[in-house]
């Protein structure tokens, strides 16, 4: 059974803290990794992809992939109020077209 | 900006009626999906469709599940004989490429904004 996993919070950080969001996959051969915001009520939204080890940077977020560890992570720098969703990780399985998806992390910034 | 737009946005229906959601997908997009969500849990994969066929379905899309393009425009998700458990938000997808694909960028999903079902 392909897994995603996350820890699914909340995750509450102070106005202006980084929040960190951490995401482990099972399947091996997965070669794309996204993240996604949810707000309550709302479809999913793509902010990140990621397709090779290291850092990826978008303004304020930065994902991170280890594949190695089978590890995935997003970190958002200068949190804002706008910021609180949750955040979904979804990994492609193999060469098939679906993405796996973690339950998502909650995360909350407080003013 | 470019949308995937969804509609029902809401629908109630009697357990055992048939529902058809339907999905304009973004123009120039090649493969759509749809994907559900029960409420309080994870998003689940239903089907994708690329090339006027399903290329891919999970275990969720049964026999009482089906898709259509009847025209270049609209995808259809129909549902034939609904049940209590197929309550949730159902979301059509849209992207150029598909996930997993080496071209960078192709793989990331425009979702609509959900049509949610409820079944009595």
């Known amino acids: 059974q392909k897994e995603v996993e996350q820890n699914s919070g909340p995750l509450s950080v102070p106005e202006g803290a980084i929040a960190s969001l951490n995401c482990t996959y099972s399947d091996r051969v997965s070669q794309s990794f996204f993240w996604y915001r949810q707000y309550s009520g709302k479809s999913p939204e793509l902010i990140m992809s990621?397709?090779s080890n290291g850092d990826k940077e978008d303004g304020r977020f930065t994902a991170q992939l280890n594949k190695a560890s089978q590890y995935v992570s997003l970190l958002i720098r200068d949190s804002q109020p706008s910021d609180s969703a949750t955040y979904l990780c979804a990994v492609n399985a193999g060469n098939n077209r679906k993405l796996i998806w973690g339950l998502g992390t909650s995360l909350a910034v407080n003013p | 900006e470019p949308e995937v737009t969804q509609t029902p946005s809401h629908q109630v229906t009697q357990m055992g009626q048939e529902v058809i959601l339907r999905c304009v997908p973004i123009s120039n997009h090649l493969y759509f999906y749809w994907y559900r969500q029960i409420l309080g849990q994870k998003v689940e994969f239903l089907v994708s469709f690329y090339n006027n066929e399903i290329s891919e379905k999970s275990e969720i899309f049964d026999d009482q599940f089906s898709v259509e393009r009847p025209d270049g425009s609209n995808f259809t998700l129909k549902i034939r004989s609904t049940k209590l458990e197929d309550s949730a938000m159902y979301f059509c997808?849209?992207?150029?490429?598909?996930?997993?694909?080496?071209?960078?960028?192709?793989?990331?999903?425009?979702f609509g904004e959900g049509s949610r079902l409820t079944v009595l």
């Open positions: 997808a849209s992207s150029i490429g598909t996930p997993g694909t080496s071209g960078r960028g192709t793989g990331e999903l425009f």
């Open positions: 990621i397709y």
